[in-house]
């Protein structure tokens, strides 16, 4: 589990096509309290460690998951949002964020809105319908509010801090982003369609 609280900006340093798409993302985490085997979501996809070194971790991108989120788009160079997982104990500052990625949405305007960017996206047809106007959704990893929802658009506000601590900054019309919808609202849907 995470929080969509971005802790750390890693940077792809080598990625090779294997059996699976193994990805090298260096980090300024302490590697040391790193396990193999543990859980970092990388663009709010979650992977696991699969090699370390002093600066760098190491991990396996499967096809289904290169299928649904934007992990297939990574080019040696590209700054990647990191959360550690979540300890008990650790402050819930955004919402429980599972780190399975929904599908994938389409920044379709950025504008500047006082020190903050609105930002306008088109989600997949199929998830629409679990955004909600002032619910949450995590966004390439991030904890965000939704602005308005209309159809399968719907906008978000980075403020300047947002933009800074995260690869939001480097974000532009076209970018494709890995969606992941509230865990409450796929469970309430899920209940519906029970009833």
């Not at 991990?59 to 700054?79: F, P, Q």
């Not at 909600?132 to 209309?150: D, I, M, R, W």
Request: proline share 1%.
């Amino acid at each position: 589990m995470f929080t969509g609280i971005v802790t750390d900006i890693g940077q792809i340093t080598q990625i090779e096509q294997r059996g699976d798409l193994r990805a090298r993302i260096a980090c300024s985490y302490d590697t040391k309290g790193i396990d193999l085997g543990a859980s970092i979501a990388c663009n709010g996809c979650c992977l696991t460690v699969v090699t370390l070194g002093d600066t760098w971790f190491e991990v396996d991108v499967s096809a289904e998951s290169v299928s649904k989120t934007n992990l297939g788009d990574w080019a040696e160079g590209t700054r990647v949002n990191l959360e550690r997982a979540l300890k008990v104990g650790d402050e819930l500052g955004g919402h429980i964020v599972s780190g399975h990625v929904d599908g994938v949405a389409t920044i379709t305007a950025m504008t500047d809105d006082g020190d903050s960017t609105r930002v306008t996206l088109q989600a997949p047809d199929t998830l629409a319908k679990f955004i909600a106007s002032k619910g949450s959704v995590a966004l390439n990893g991030t904890s965000l509010t939704v602005n308005e929802v209309e159809g399968a658009s719907f906008g978000i506000n980075f403020i300047p801090h947002t933009k800074s601590v995260t690869n939001w900054g480097d974000a532009s019309v076209g970018d494709r982003v890995n969606l992941e919808i509230d865990t409450l609202a796929r469970y309430v849907a899920r209940l519906q369609d029970w009833a």
